[in-house]
């Protein structure tokens, strides 16, 4: 009788066992070939409680934006930037000349450029030379085919300039960065970060009102008088192709 009970249960635990295992080779089958889709989509139904709000879906469509338009400026610097080189280049006014930049040294102590035109195509000492947006220097020495440009950032170099909203007049003084100073006439200047600094009307080194540069800095508690920092509107280090201006009416 024992036997037979042993028997019988024997039987039974094999039939359990066998349909444990037959169970968990389906299951492990079906997640194979699955590859446990109905797992993520039972954590993500369990999950959903705990999914980012439309708060931070903002942010992340900003950041998008922020991005794309970062993109679209630097496309657009790059595109005008192009576009003034080619008009410096077929620039053909009675009084300027167009000059391609051979050699640069507007990073050491010198601040000079060399362009490859000089008297032969006009050129003379104490012309203005314009690049992309602005002032950059002056002709300092000629030869009969090349010309050497002192940039405004040269140590000494100095230039009359005034900020147009206010009527401020200052001198421009190179110090050998490339940020030169402006130092004020006046004790209180009217004159405001941002501000415009282009040549001054009654300058007798350049023509009058050209663009120079904007105020980045000032420092107020200089004594006698309060001076600045000017960026230059156009930069030496970008530039291939300059605009040579003459003080004369005509060549």
Known sequence: MVNIRRKAAFRWWSRKNFWYWFFISTFLLFIRFSKGAFILDAFSTLSRPFWPG???REWIVNGINLEQQIRID???KDNQRLREILNLQNSSKENQVSAAVISRRSRDFWQQL???KGAKDGIQEGDAVLG???LLGFIETVTLTTSRVRLLTAPATKLGV???RSKVHGILTGVGTNRPQLNFLEKTPDAELGDIVSTSP???LSPPNLPVGVIQSINHQNLPAPYAFVQLIASP???DWVQVQSRNEKR
């Open 114 to 116: 060399e362009l490859n």
């Open 54 to 56: 439309t708060a931070q």
């Open 202 to 204: 009654v300058s007798t």
């Open 74 to 76: 630097l496309l657009e």
């Open 237 to 239: 280090e970008a530039i």
């Open 132 to 134: 992309p947006g602005g």
């Open 162 to 164: 005034w900020i147009e």
